[in-house]
């Protein structure tokens, strides 16, 4: 199966183009619909894997303009493609939820414009595209990857940082990287819709880093940052299909194993 990725150099596309040796779409930042076309006559994929997006929320929050650009409507252009296409929205599209979780798929409360930008662009790439199918993320971590920027992330904050702050009240999985890349040819044969896609975890942010910091013997120190919004996922649609994730621990587990932390 040839399978063309978007954001080939960013944290989560590198690691997809690697896993499944796939083939790397060029910047599509300023793309047209053209632009779209031209590339996908060239490569003739099976399906697309599109990870490309502005995921920082302080910088959506910033240019709405380009976070609408990014998170809506180059998405609806790659679904409008008629390939297969596999998209990644997030775990924020629960931050304002009334109930406490886990959070089932139709379970949905934006509470910042990154998650209403990735929620309207769900409902219209499933409208354009029935076949299309959207993976909400957790907050996902790796070691460095050679020549790929690596932006902060759980993991590599607990290794190198001294001091950090979580919440003691939030509840939120968070997702080896590499678990996500190696499931992702099985996505590509999900039925269209949407799914909760990563490690489940009932453990608050603080609570997991503790777990960390005894793990491995870390120095850092921690604190409690205060209240936050419960974001953890109820993934039982997706393994009902086949696909399961370590939860978080056992996910972090693997991680240490796979790096000999």
């Not at 183009?17 to 053209?34: E, H, I, K, Y």
């Not at 409008?80 to 304002?96: A, E, F, I, N, P």
Request: glycine content about 8%.
């Amino acid at each position: 199966m040839k399978i063309l990725v978007t954001g080939p150099r960013g944290f989560v596309g590198a690691r997809i183009v690697q896993a499944l040796d796939a083939v790397p779409a060029p910047s599509l930042r300023d793309a047209t619909w053209d632009d779209i076309r031209r590339l996908v006559d060239t490569v003739q994929p099976d399906a697309i894997i599109h990870t490309a997006a502005i995921s920082d929320i302080g910088a959506c929050e910033a240019d709405p303009e380009a976070s609408y650009r990014a998170n809506v409507e180059l998405p609806l252009m790659i679904a409008r493609t008629g390939v297969k296409s596999v998209l990644l929205s997030t775990d924020q599209v629960y931050s304002g939820c009334a109930g406490e979780g886990p959070y089932a798929e139709d379970e949905v409360g934006a509470a910042n414009l990154y998650a209403e930008h990735k929620l309207e662009m769900e409902k219209r790439v499933l409208d354009a595209n029935p076949d299309a199918v959207l993976l909400r993320a957790t907050w996902m971590y790796d070691m460095p990857l050679y020549g790929v920027p690596n932006r902060f992330n759980f993991l590599v904050g607990m290794l190198r940082q001294r001091e950090l702050a979580f919440s003691g009240t939030a509840r939120r999985a968070v997702t080896y990287v590499r678990e996500v890349a190696a499931h992702m040819e099985e996505a590509v044969a999900l039925p269209g819709g949407v799914y909760n896609y990563g490690s489940e975890c009932g453990l608050t942010m603080l609570e997991i880093a503790r777990w960390l910091k005894e793990e491995l013997k870390l120095e850092v120190a921690l604190s409690d940052a205060g209240p936050q919004h419960n974001l953890w996922m109820d993934c039982g649609r997706l393994k009902r299909h086949g696909i399961a994730f370590n939860d978080t621990l056992g996910g972090l587990r693997q991680c240490i194993r796979d790096y000999g932390l």
